[in-house]
């Protein structure tokens, strides 16, 4: 096992459904952020906020993390960018989904914020016009194929 926990933040319970699939698929023990024990290796799935992995400062601060989950609304984002968020470790993407009703303050603020300037102007890609009507009608990609990737790298 490249980890000996799984250690998780979610914000709406995307992240949170793909960290337990994961638990139960490397029999690894799994902890939100906050109640992990800290020290020692751990695989940290985060959700994406502006571009960033919530939580994987922090987590790196108490685990040597090795690897790491970055879970997002968008279909593929920049994977240069999110690797450069762990150094020297394995980082992967997987799709959450959108759930306006679970956000509560600054985020949802912040939300709303992004919806409408798409709105007043909207997106020229492809990708960022699909995130608009995802984030307008709520999403769900979760799926266990997605962590098929993230499973076997860590059961290698
Ligand atoms: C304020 C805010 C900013 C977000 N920024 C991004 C982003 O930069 N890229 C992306 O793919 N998804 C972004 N999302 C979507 C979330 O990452 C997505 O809904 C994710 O599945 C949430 O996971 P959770 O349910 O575990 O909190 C953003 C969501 C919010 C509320």
Redesign the pocket.
């Known amino acids: 096992m490249k980890a000996n926990k799984i250690v ?11 960290a337990r699939m994961l638990a139960e698929e490397t029999g690894l023990p799994l902890y939100r952020l906050e109640h992990a024990p800290r020290g020692g290796s751990a695989f940290y799935l ?7 992995i ?1 939580g994987l400062s922090r987590a790196r601060k108490r685990h040597l993390v090795t690897g790491c989950c970055a ?4 279909e593929s ?1 920049d994977p240069e960018k999110l690797a450069a968020q762990l150094p020297g470790g394995r980082m992967f993407y997987l ?5 306006h009703e ?2 509560h303050g ?3 603020l ?2 709303e914020g ?1 919806l409408a300037a798409m709105r007043r102007r909207p997106p020229e890609d492809e990708s960022a016009r699909a ?1 608009l009507t995802a ?1 307008r009608e709520g999403a769900d990609y979760v799926t266990r194929a997605q962590l098929g990737p993230a499973a076997d790298w860590l059961g290698e």
């Open positions: 998780y933040s979610s914000n709406t319970g995307f992240t949170e459904r793909y985060g959700w994406l906020c502006a571009g960033r919530v879970v997002g609304l968008g984002p799709r959450g989904g959108y759930a679970k956000l600054v985020y949802r912040m939300m992004m995130m984030a």
